[in-house]
């Protein structure tokens, strides 16, 4: 007992001084980045402007048919220490994510503070994409009947998602390492009777092991093509004869009044472009009018948020430890893989995910429920830094989480998620002010047919033959 809990000590102590130094290190480059790239528009005309540099952004400005464009983020410019995967958890929180809250949710959230969840979304170049699992999932047309209406509109739009992996833009791979527990976890559906082509390694964006973006190889392209300016941030959209002819921005203090030609693209992501639209006058005229905000464009902006919720953070113990724990990181062997094998079997070049899953469940949907797999939860740091991310409550930390830490048990997370909530919530503004908090109610489980679909999949791994499956984690894990 004594070896364990200095074994414990000795681990935590180790990752909360590298992950102090890390936290310490992204924040001032995020600043050390305001401040090296201060550039300003160089004209107040151009004849496009695109705002956000996440994927859509990136890949759109890439192709856009000008050499007068006018590319803005409203965040700093990436650090490189954000393209190794397995930092992705610490990425959040920091300066370079927005650190939005929903409102308080009446049918979910019980366990966060407040009932509110967080949403990590990217405040630098290369958007979310650069705070997330880095997970590619094909698109499938079921998923988007209904958005178009002429089925070869719809083909034209999927065939953009065809590019991914063989346009050098958008590269994915499978993923350089695996501690196992994916495998062992296909094995055990398949013989609980779930499809076995449902469930399998996920593809992953990144290069030789590093995370890679569309922005990655867009950066020095649009340097040489177009005209970009980060730590600018997008105000209102001015709104002329039902005509948008240009921008409002803030930089550094100082506002600036931006025209378009030919056209503005919002690429700002869900929340951004809403907040833009709805702060120029176009959304919902009730909303606006209670805002304080004069209605140019009556359009439902801000509506018909769904987001997909899951539950079940360190639901599953096993008694084999993962080879990803924080001593685990600095070995050097690990770091050689890195750095010179091009992250090949190195826990540094993993993204969190080690496995997908999914069932239909008869949905007109390709599939509504799905499984992710990862071989960590949010006990892995001891409390450090996961569960302020995720805004877990003291009181559920204390009861739950920390008795696996004293314990010095291993957990897993298996994720049950719901993939086409039917429960819609909805993006608002508190008032005229342009700098006032963004309202976010995703209404979680608001329908009783979304509560029953997340049953459904805890109750498919009651099913599943934990002897199979805990067998397979042993021998998989000792392999590794």
Not at 51 to 79: C, H, K, Q, Y
Not at 145 to 165: A, T
Not at 177 to 196: D, H, M, N, P, Y
Not at 361 to 377: A, D, I, Q, T, Y
Request: aromatic share 10%.
């Amino acid at each position: 007992m004594i070896g364990l809990k200095v074994y414990i000590c000795t681990t935590y102590t180790f990752y909360l001084l590298g992950s102090t130094i890390l936290w310490i290190v992204l924040n001032s480059s995020y600043h050390f980045y305001r401040i090296y790239y201060s550039d300003t528009p160089n004209k107040r005309q151009y004849e496009y402007i695109i705002v956000g540099t996440g994927t859509a952004g990136s890949i759109i400005a890439a192709g856009i048919p000008s050499n007068d464009v006018l590319v803005l983020e409203a965040g700093s410019m990436r650090s490189s220490l954000m393209d190794v995967p397995l930092l992705q958890p610490l990425l959040q929180g920091t300066d370079y994510d927005w650190k939005y809250r929903t409102e308080p949710q009446k049918y979910a959230c019980a366990a966060l503070n407040e009932n509110r969840s967080a949403w990590p979304m990217g405040k630098v170049f290369g958007g979310t994409h650069m705070l997330n699992n880095m997970i590619h999932y094909k698109a499938e047309t079921k998923d988007f009947d209904g958005w178009f209406d002429h089925e070869d509109e719809l083909h034209s739009f999927l065939e953009y998602f065809d590019r991914w992996g063989e346009d050098e833009m958008i590269p994915i791979e499978l993923p350089t390492f695996e501690t196992g527990l994916g495998t062992s976890f296909v094995k055990a559906a398949v013989q609980a009777g779930l499809e076995k082509n449902l469930f399998y390694k996920p593809n992953v964006t990144t290069r030789y092991g590093r995370r890679s973006t569309a922005s990655h190889y867009c950066w020095e392209y649009l340097q040489q093509k177009h005209e970009i300016t980060l730590n600018a941030q997008v105000t209102r959209v001015i709104v002329q004869n039902h005509k948008a002819t240009g921008l409002i921005l803030d930089k550094a203090g100082k506002t600036y009044h931006i025209k378009a030609s030919k056209g503005i693209i919002l690429a700002a992501g869900t929340i951004g472009s809403s907040k833009i639209l709805l702060q120029s006058g176009i959304g919902p005229k009730e909303h606006l009018k209670a805002a304080g905000i004069e209605t140019i464009v009556n359009l439902p902006v801000g509506e018909n948020l769904q987001d997909h919720i899951t539950t079940g953070m360190d639901l599953v113990l096993i008694s084999k430890q993962m080879p990803i724990q924080p001593i685990d990181l600095i070995h050097p062997s690990n770091i050689w893989n890195y750095v010179i094998n091009d992250g090949m079997n190195s826990s540094l070049s993993f993204g969190g995910c080690e496995c997908l899953g999914f069932v239909n469940l008869e949905s007109k949907f390709s599939h509504k429920l799905g499984f992710m797999v990862l071989p960590v939860g949010i006990t892995i740091d001891a409390g450090l830094h996961l569960r302020n991310v995720i805004n877990l409550r003291e009181d559920i930390w204390q009861n739950y989480f920390k008795t696996l830490v004293d314990q010095g048990l291993q957990s897993v997370t298996i994720l049950p998620i719901l993939l086409h909530p039917k429960s819609k919530g909805y993006v608002r503004i508190e008032n005229a002010n342009l700098h006032s908090n963004i309202i976010i109610d995703p209404n979680y489980l608001r329908e009783k047919e979304d509560i029953e679909i997340l049953i459904t999949g805890l109750k498919i791994l009651q099913n599943i033959d934990a002897k199979v499956f805990f067998s397979e984690v042993i021998r998989t894990g000792s392999a590794t």
